[in-house]
């Protein structure tokens, strides 16, 4: 094992993303350089470009309030976080599929034939899909969308914290959405550091990799 090492970092937001608990509490990032990391994180891959992916922004007290009973231990980056961004996926996303498709015709990225065959086969995958292997598919997208959220946040100068320990349930309620819609992946705080990220011990790629 070993320090984190990246052999082709030229841009520095490989090491220097860490995770950061305590946030300068008198820094407030603007809505609009938070509009602009969710826009930068937009890029992520998913699975048949359906982008399942869908975004809460608590950054006003009132919001902060309402996420505050189902922080549980992570009440520090609640305290101090210019935000917290709360990361669902859509089991519907398939029913996007004509409009993303749609849109890339109109801007010539793809000939209409193209988006027919491929509605043809998204409505075929989807109608095969059970739930479980369109959940599971949705999950590995949107874990895509917040590590990019992550590594952008950081290129605009902040820091952040992806926060697993939630009561996903009881916020999924709060939030008066449709539980077998909306699955609660991710809570992320994001603000200006205020204590340093800590370095952290990484396996080797050798020690994870096989080759055949």
């Given at each position: 094992m070993q320090?984190k090492?990246?052999?082709?970092?030229?841009?520095?937001?490989?090491?220097a993303?860490?995770?950061v608990?305590?946030?300068d509490?008198s820094?407030?990032i603007?809505?609009k350089?938070?509009?602009?990391?969710?826009?930068?994180?937009?890029?992520?891959?998913?699975?048949?470009n359906l982008?399942p992916?869908?975004?809460w922004?608590?950054?006003?007290?009132?919001?902060?309030?309402?996420?505050?009973?189902?922080?549980m231990?992570?009440m520090?980056?609640?305290?101090?976080?210019s935000a917290?961004i709360?990361?669902?996926?859509?089991?519907?996303n398939?029913s996007?599929?004509?409009?993303?498709?749609?849109?890339?015709?109109?801007?010539?990225?793809?000939?209409?034939e193209?988006?027919?065959k491929?509605?043809?086969?998204i409505h075929?995958?989807g109608?095969?899909?059970t739930?479980?292997?369109l959940?599971?598919?949705?999950l590995?997208?949107?874990?895509?969308?917040g590590m990019?959220?992550?590594?952008?946040a950081?290129?605009?100068?902040?820091?952040?914290?992806?926060?697993?320990?939630?009561?996903?349930?009881?916020?999924?309620?709060a939030?008066?959405l449709d539980a077998?819609r909306?699955?609660?992946?991710?809570?992320?705080?994001i603000?200006?550091?205020d204590?340093?990220?800590?370095?952290?011990i990484r396996?080797s790629?050798?020690e994870?990799?096989?080759?055949r």
């Amino acid at each position: 094992m070993q320090l984190k090492k990246v052999n082709n970092d030229e841009n520095g937001l490989f090491t220097a993303r860490t995770s950061v608990r305590k946030y300068d509490k008198s820094v407030k990032i603007s809505r609009k350089e938070i509009a602009d990391i969710l826009q930068d994180a937009m890029t992520a891959p998913s699975s048949l470009n359906l982008q399942p992916w869908r975004f809460w922004v608590f950054d006003t007290p009132e919001g902060k309030e309402l996420i505050k009973p189902f922080m549980m231990f992570n009440m520090q980056q609640w305290e101090t976080s210019s935000a917290i961004i709360a990361i669902y996926g859509d089991m519907e996303n398939f029913s996007y599929a004509d409009d993303i498709y749609g849109a890339a015709v109109e801007h010539k990225l793809v000939p209409e034939e193209y988006k027919v065959k491929m509605l043809e086969m998204i409505h075929s995958y989807g109608a095969q899909y059970t739930e479980e292997r369109l959940r599971n598919s949705i999950l590995l997208d949107c874990g895509f969308v917040g590590m990019q959220m992550m590594l952008a946040a950081k290129g605009y100068g902040y820091d952040t914290n992806p926060i697993g320990g939630f009561m996903r349930k009881e916020l999924t309620e709060a939030l008066g959405l449709d539980a077998k819609r909306y699955i609660p992946v991710l809570l992320l705080s994001i603000g200006k550091a205020d204590e340093k990220g800590k370095d952290s011990i990484r396996f080797s790629a050798d020690e994870v990799t096989q080759w055949r």
